[in-house]
Nanobody
């Protein structure tokens, strides 16, 4: 089993920044792809950013490209999401997710991930 715990969410004004962290524990393999998703009230849970095991291959949703950065520290089993120039439409619960097996690829489909954190709320005020 793998446990994921997100932290770093909160309330921020538009234009501000937050850095989310995801701590992985349990039977975690540093070679597994990771992703960040978000879900706003009444909407689907959508991918925000994803990366392969090394972090060298990344994906960003168009809505966050150029503003968010996904990164990882495999030695510490940590994944980060640096969020800059935040907008009110970024308001959502943000989830960290882990793919179940080793892979050199990143994944954008929600169904590709087996393990999920409990989520952390990000609220951006205008």
């Amino acid at each position: 089993q793998v446990q994921l715990v997100e932290s770093g969410g909160g309330l921020v004004q538009a234009g501000g920044a937050l850095k989310l962290s995801c701590a992985a524990s349990g039977r975690i393999d540093s070679s597994i792809p990771m992703g960040w998703f978000r879900q706003a009230p009444g909407k689907e849970r959508d991918v925000v950013a994803a990366m392969n095991w090394s972090g060298r291959s990344t994906y960003y949703a168009d809505s966050v490209k150029g503003r968010f950065i996904i990164s990882r520290d495999n030695a510490k089993n940590l994944v980060y999401l640096q969020m800059n120039s935040l907008k009110p439409e970024d308001t959502a619960v943000y989830y960290c997710a882990a793919h179940p097996t080793k892979s050199p690829y990143y994944y954008t489909a929600r169904t590709a991930y087996e393990y999920w954190g409990q989520g952390t709320q990000v609220t951006v005020s205008s």
